[in-house]
């Protein structure tokens, strides 16, 4: 199954900013040569508060932030997944009786 552009372009500054320890204000970096669609995530991770901007251009990311991010992306899954094997189960319990 291919990944969005989008959801790519968020993981590559997340995985930026973690290996340059970028985790407080002290230790925010430049992240100069962005894509333009990193650019955008970018903007929508700050919106969010999952990365923080400090004076001089620099990022550093919120782990808290990420966290909640995160845990809300899997609950999200795990509603999604309930949904369809429900419906599943609830097709097959129709279409089971007719078939007999």
Not at 26 to 45: C, F, H, P, T, Y
Not at 55 to 73: C, K, N, T
């Amino acid at each position: 199954m291919p990944v969005p552009a989008a959801a790519i372009a968020e993981r590559r500054l997340i995985d930026r900013l973690l290996r340059a320890d970028a985790v407080r204000p002290a230790s925010g970096i430049v992240l100069d040569g962005l894509r333009w669609i990193e650019q955008r995530r970018l903007a929508k991770l700050v919106a969010l508060g999952v990365v923080r901007p400090e004076e001089g251009g620099r990022y550093y990311l919120s782990a808290p932030a990420l966290a909640d991010r995160m845990r809300g992306r899997r609950l999200r899954l795990v509603v999604a997944l309930v949904i369809v094997v429900l419906v599943m189960l609830a097709a097959a319990a129709v279409v089971a009786p007719s078939v007999m």
